[in-house]
């Protein structure tokens, strides 16, 4: 298991960056203090996502920012990015493994708490809980699942598993201090983040809210 660091994690999807380039708005997430990026793309096809992908990684390169890919791994690979993030319908966490070797990063969308004590048998580097709050980033059918959902699923998953655990659907500047005071160990943003005028300036600010928090909760427990 590799170190993850999930506290701002910035998903960088096409359709939600108000028309802007998706590599300058990544720049500036980790200029403000992104920890991780995700590139999410539902509608590319194969060669443009790989060619993004490729940007965006070039763009990360000398940062200590690691690049995931959303559900593809053959994009990861063609890109050489550092890794993929799965959902539970994707290819298994094993497979993925076995494709990418045991440098690559892997993370894991956990919904409920039988995925996440099935964490104990993933190779997997983090795990991600969603949908918190209710999201226009992505076509949801479940309901959201709460502060009070996001706490049971953490108290499995950190029963069954060492590794750093994040939670992502609708997390902003109101709600993120109550997320991390919950449990998790990071925020997984996109419209926040990549929708605001000035991402960077929206970077600094979550990120600070995150290490805020982190320290207090560190402080308490």
Known sequence: MKPVDLRLYGIIDPERTGGRDPVELVRQAVA???TLIQYRDKQAEGRRFVEL?????????????????????????AARADGVHLGQDDMHPIDARNLLGPDAIIGLTLKTPEQAGAMTQMPVDYGCIGGVFTTV????????????????VLT?????YRGPIGAIAGIDRSNAQAVIEAGADGIAVISALFMAPDPQAEAQKLRHMVDQSLTLRSISS
């Open 32 to 34: 403000g203090g992104a």
């Open 53 to 77: 992908a490729r940007a965006l990684k070039t763009v990360l390169d000398g940062t200590g920012v690691p690049l995931l890919i959303n559900d593809r791994v053959d994009v990861a690979l």
């Open 137 to 152: 980033s992505k076509n949801n059918p479940s309901p959201p699942i709460g502060l009070d959902g996001l706490r049971t």
């Open 156 to 160: 499995r998953a950190k029963h069954a």
